[in-house]
């Protein structure tokens, strides 16, 4: 197969491989996988809310996924997603209650960026200390992630004004004006909490993809990721491009948790753990071989896989066995070489026409 096709045949056979290996573990375990798929995907797309919720689902993850994409690009191993979205999420929230009267455009854009503020901010701490003292940004974010799990459970439980919370662990609902659903995106589909952060999504996809395809900056950010030594004897600060890649992947991140927060649940609560967001994203990014126009498309498997697998009750199949999908296929990705092995060209013996 022809080189230029494989970052688009490489993803496909990782998908149909993992569809196969869950089906084979549902055998296994004496579930019937034709049942099981079939429930799955009448769940995702049996009806106009449930395809609203796919799009629900897409948007977070596509903010989160080009987080990852950003900072990898880099060279950057951003683990620490998950407490970068949760932070956006809950100060974004936090100026929402406060505000509930401010009009509705400048409100939600004040919160779109307070999001992403509240995001940078926290990848810049990983940044910085990987660009300056050479600190190892996967422990030192996934150390983070509890930081600012912890943090912002802080916050909600202890700094937040009584009038702003429903209960000792979650607020009241943000006011319509600060709520990323809007009634016509309700009606459309029948009531599905489907919200404008989708919007936002897309075009953060193509941002990105301008940022890095058609920009110095993107150009520094591939070639740090590719050798900062080479890059900074070219002339190029492999220090600046470390810490300003983790402040677009956290500030993305960060922008994907508001989403989650205001478009989802329209409130903030206390988390028992890191969001889901985060290592999801991380998947999708993975899917998508960090390519910003191919993660739109990871990200509505992961949606439909997410939304679907409560169907799954239907045909006796414990939905956690979806994780096990999901898990196969980036498995299969991470051992993609054995795909560019199968379908690397081959070349024609000397003699033979």
Known sequence: ???????????????????????????????DPVWGY??????AFGSV??????????????????GFAVASRAGFFNVGLSGQALVGWVFAAWFALENPDMSRPLLILATVV?????GGIAGAIPGVLRAYLGTSEVIVTIMMNYILLYLSNYIIR????????????????????ASYQTEWLRALTDNSRMNIGIFFAVIAVIVIWFLLTKTTLGFEIRSVGLNPTASDYAGMSAKRTIILSMIISGALAGLGGGIQGLGTFQNVYIQGGSL??????????????????????????????????????RAQIPPELI?????????FIGVKFIFEQVLKPRKKAKGVK
């Open 323 to 331: 994780n096990v999908v999901t898990a196969s296929i980036i498995f």
């Open 38 to 43: 079939e429930e799955l995907f009448y769940s």
């Open 49 to 66: 809310k449930s395809i609203g919720e796919i799009f629900r689902a897409m948007a977070p993850l596509i903010f989160t996924a080009l």
């Open 114 to 118: 307070i999001a992403m503020v509240a």
């Open 276 to 313: 889901d967001i985060g290592f999801d994203g991380m998947a999708v990014a993975l899917l998508a071989s960090n390519s910003p126009l191919g993660i739109p498309f990871a990200a509505f498997l992961f949606g439909v896989l997410s939304i679907g697998a409560p169907g799954m009750v």
């Open 158 to 177: 202890d700094v937040f004004a009584e009038d702003l919370m429903k209960n000792t662990d979650s607020s009241v609902n943000v006011s319509a004006n």
């Open 1 to 31: 197969m022809p080189k230029k096709y494989q970052p688009i045949a490489i993803p496909l056979l990782a998908v149909v491989s993992g569809l196969l290996l869950g089906a084979i573990v549902m055998l296994i375990f004496g579930y």
